[in-house]
């Protein structure tokens, strides 16, 4: 039987953010839910909170894209949107740096993680 694509994504989530704390990042939160998204994991580093959106994939072939090219311009305006909400829910001030970053998971046939990175401030606007 097929795993679902949930099962697939919660162990890239868990990964990244064994990946996040080994290095000094501090998780604030995960899977802030809201109508219109959802942001996998909220964390801090220097000073900057990090949204983070991980996209999984299993394996890897020559043909296959990198699981990040699944971050689509609807994507992309959800989590600005949901990033803003987070920030005003918690008062967060105006003058707190955050950035939106994407890790990329891809699970070998066994779900070990055989490749891994990070595309910091991948989704940015001038304002920030």
């Not at 998780?27 to 994991?41: A, F, Q």
């Not at 394996?59 to 305006?77: D, G, L, M, Q």
């Not at 105006?94 to 994407?102: K, L, M, T």
């Amino acid at each position: 039987m097929a795993e679902k694509n949930s099962e697939i994504g919660r162990k890239g989530e868990e990964s990244a953010i064994n990946w996040l704390v080994k290095r000094d990042f501090k998780v604030l939160s995960t899977n802030y839910r809201k109508p219109y998204g959802e942001i996998d994991i909220v964390a801090q580093k220097g000073g900057i909170i990090h949204f983070v959106e991980v996209k999984t994939s299993k394996y890897r072939h020559e043909t296959a894209f990198s699981p990040e090219i699944r971050v689509n311009s609807k994507k992309i305006r959800n989590l600005k949107r949901i990033c803003e909400t987070y920030i005003r829910e918690r008062n967060v001030s105006h003058d707190q740096g955050w950035q939106i970053d994407v890790i990329s998971v891809i699970l070998d046939g066994t779900d070990a993680v055989m490749d891994m990175k990070l595309l910091e401030n991948a989704i940015f606007e001038e304002r920030y």
